[in-house]
């Protein structure tokens, strides 16, 4: 028996020595916590990465062939979807939330405005399953994956085996998405020392600092948590976030709080995209907050913010719109591998 | 050469024949005190008023005791019971050999460090359908049909039971007694859970919760060794 084991072991190692050498390393700031993501179990490396990056491009996901990953998260809207207040889907259908961008997702433990998901790697299943977005099963996927003649090479330099699994195409498309991290924003510049803030966006910061912090904490600019920031329910959606998960109702109206990097690049803002202008979000803080049970108790009150404080506040949130990786070719669409 | 690397081989395949020791479990679903196969109809049916068309769960986490001592624990030890793919109601273990022991345990679902450790392959793959896509987690048991009292659309009744967060973490532990080491055949009673669970009332669970918490209690009765 141990003979057996160790010859295997023997032979499992040479495979994955000649197929898995290149591991890639994350960047990211040095001001950044400790990634949340477990990347023992999923080690990164460069061929599971660009297999994960075809996957996200490809249409292949979905029912019908018509929309992929990119239809709602565009590298051009920081994996967002620019104009649309609700995400699309396969035969026009529109779902119910806006398109949240995708970036730095190696620091969320939940996922989703309602944090249905508890893991990166089983993300996808929901998009991809659900019927007003993609409409396919991950068992079809898998199965139309293995007939399409590029696939079963990229499985098998990235993960040693042609035969596409649910679990590698998961795996993949996660380590492509973990890949996409924001952090050259001019306040990083500043964090950095090499730039400092004009006067304007240094108000602005003091102002964040005072008034924004506690949910949208630096330098990820979300704390990840869930609250209720005092939405009116909208009435043709009656959303009510995070109790749909948990039924308690202290989670009723409850979402994600959202990072505020990128804001220039991922409006409308809000679960619903309520909001077309960053303006219009600092005017709900200021005059628009709904009371109920479960509002955030920062916001019991209104905040409270002059016209020149609040253009000082936009100032320093444009200091967080990161065009280097808005623009960065290595996110976008493969046009080596799908043409 | 050739004759050298010929007799390695005979030897380690000698070596380890003689190493492992097999003790093969085979779960028996019965309907009416009867062991029912799934028939070219694709359900599992005695009377004609309850179908069953789907059966699906995991077995996971197995030991033997004995006494109260653990003699053995499977490794990766997850296990998919389908009756669309009736061998996978035959789980063979490799024990140890010369092993004695008295008691074995497993859980039925999967436990609540896998439902939040990512993706797995195999009988974990999410291409199985246990898996909910709407919300994380693995569905421990599926269990599908029609029943003539359903009053469901098309009288369909479906019980998906799953759920990793407390308070509604429906894994369930099975502790049964064995009296042979080579081959045991456990029962599964579907009696057992339609004489508690009426379809005439309950009949979609579908999502964690109290109601599936419940319907995971019936577990612990519906497993026994057969006789």
Same mark, same amino acid.
């Given at each position: 028996?141990?003979?057996?084991?160790?010859?295997?072991?023997?032979?499992?190692?040479?495979?994955?020595?000649?197929?898995?050498?290149?591991?890639?390393?994350?960047?990211?700031?040095?001001?950044?916590?400790?990634?949340?993501?477990?990347?023992?179990?999923?080690?990164?490396?460069?061929?599971?990465?660009? =297999?994960?990056?075809?996957?996200?491009? %490809?249409?292949?996901?979905?029912?019908?062939?018509?929309?992929?990953?990119?239809? /709602?998260?565009?590298?051009? $809207?920081?994996?967002?979807?620019?104009?649309?207040?609700?995400?699309?889907?396969?035969?026009?259908?529109?779902?119910?939330?806006?398109?949240?961008?995708?970036?730095?997702?190696?620091?969320?433990?939940?996922?989703?405005? %309602?944090?249905?998901?508890?893991?990166?790697?089983?993300?996808?299943?929901?998009?991809?399953?659900?019927?007003?977005?993609?409409?396919?099963?991950? !068992?079809?996927?898998?199965?139309?994956?293995?007939?399409?003649?590029?696939?079963?090479?990229?499985?098998?330099?990235?993960?040693?085996?042609?035969?596409?699994?649910?679990?590698?195409?998961?795996?993949?498309?996660?380590?492509?998405?973990?890949?996409?991290?924001?952090?050259?924003?001019?306040?990083?510049?500043?964090?950095?020392?090499?730039?400092?803030?004009?006067?304007?966006?240094?108000?602005?910061?003091?102002?964040?600092?005072?008034? /924004?912090?506690?949910?949208?904490?630096?330098?990820?600019?979300?704390?990840?948590?869930?609250?209720?920031?005092?939405?009116?329910? %909208?009435?043709?959606?009656?959303?009510?976030?995070?109790?749909?998960?948990?039924?308690?109702?202290?989670?009723?109206?409850?979402?994600?709080?959202?990072?505020?990097?990128?804001?220039?690049?991922?409006?409308?803002?809000?679960? %619903?995209?309520?909001?077309?202008?960053?303006?219009?979000?600092?005017?709900?803080?200021?005059?628009?907050?709904?009371?109920?049970?479960?509002?955030?108790?920062?916001?019991?009150? $209104? =905040?409270?913010?002059?016209? $020149?404080?609040?253009?000082? =506040?936009?100032?320093?949130?444009?200091?967080?719109?990161? !065009?280097?990786?808005?623009?960065?070719?290595?996110?976008?669409?493969?046009?080596?591998?799908?043409n | 050469m050739r004759y050298i690397a010929c007799h390695v081989f005979l030897l380690c395949v000698t070596y380890l024949s003689a190493q492992s020791s097999e003790f093969f479990i085979n779960f028996q679903p019965t309907f009416e005190g009867e062991v029912v196969v799934y028939n070219e109809e694709n359900r599992l049916e005695k009377d004609g008023d309850i179908q069953i068309e789907t059966l699906k769960f995991y077995i996971s986490n197995i030991e033997l005791f004995n006494g109260d001592q653990l003699v053995f624990s499977e490794k990766d030890s997850y296990h998919l019971l389908d009756i669309e793919s009736p061998e996978s109601f035959s789980l063979d273990l490799n024990t140890p050999p010369k092993l004695s022991f008295t008691s074995i345990k497993f859980d039925v679902g999967v436990d609540s460090l896998t439902n939040v450790s990512g993706a797995f392959g195999g009988d974990l793959d999410p291409t199985n359908g246990m898996y909910w896509t709407w919300q994380s987690g693995y569905i421990n048991f599926k269990l599908e049909g029609v029943a003539t009292d359903c009053p469901a659309r098309h009288n369909r009744f479906v019980y998906h039971i799953g759920g990793y967060e407390a308070p509604h973490r429906p894994l369930q532990t099975i502790e049964l007694g064995i009296e042979t080491d080579t081959e045991i055949a456990i029962e599964i009673s579907m009696d057992k859970i339609f004489e508690t669970i009426n379809v005439a009332e309950q009949y979609h669970i579908m999502r964690p919760g109290e109601e599936a918490l419940a319907f995971s209690k019936l577990f612990t009765s519906i497993f026994s060794i057969s006789k």
């Open positions: 028996m141990r003979i057996g084991i160790t010859v295997l072991s023997i032979i499992s190692f040479v495979l994955s020595v000649a197929f898995i050498t290149d591991y890639y390393k994350l960047e990211y700031a040095e001001y950044f916590p400790e990634p949340l993501y477990n990347f023992e179990k999923n080690p990164l490396t460069t061929e599971k990465v660009t =297999l994960g990056q075809a996957l996200f491009y %490809d249409p292949i996901l979905s029912e019908d062939n018509t929309i992929s990953c990119s239809s /709602c998260h565009s590298p051009y $809207n920081a994996f967002a979807h620019t104009d649309h207040d609700l995400s699309h889907g396969i035969r026009d259908s529109i779902g119910t939330r806006n398109a949240p961008a995708l970036f730095n997702l190696a620091w969320h433990e939940s996922f989703m405005w %309602d944090g249905a998901i508890n893991h990166l790697d089983m993300q996808s299943l929901a998009p991809i399953s659900h019927p007003g977005e993609m409409g396919e099963t991950i !068992k079809n996927v898998v199965e139309k994956l293995q007939y399409k003649a590029i696939y079963p090479p990229l499985f098998l330099k990235a993960f040693g085996d042609s035969t596409v699994t649910g679990e590698h195409v998961l795996k993949a498309l996660a380590q492509f998405q973990l890949t996409l991290v924001s952090d050259g924003a001019k306040y990083d510049a500043v964090k950095r020392g090499e730039v400092t803030f004009s006067p304007q966006e240094a108000n602005g910061y003091a102002l964040f600092q005072k008034h /924004c912090n506690s949910c949208h904490t630096e330098p990820l600019f979300t704390n990840g948590q869930f609250a209720n920031n005092g939405l009116p329910v %909208d009435t043709t959606l009656n959303d009510y976030g995070r109790w749909i998960i948990t039924k308690k109702s202290e989670d009723s109206l409850l979402f994600k709080v959202p990072t505020l990097r990128n804001l220039s690049y991922t409006f409308p803002y809000m679960h %619903d995209g309520r909001f077309r202008k960053i303006r219009h979000v600092l005017n709900h803080y200021t005059e628009g907050i709904h009371l109920t049970s479960t509002t955030a108790k920062q916001l019991k009150e $209104n =905040l409270e913010l002059t016209s $020149n404080e609040k253009t000082d =506040l936009v100032a320093f949130l444009l200091t967080l719109d990161d !065009k280097n990786f808005v623009f960065d070719q290595k996110h976008q669409y493969p046009k080596a591998i799908l | -």
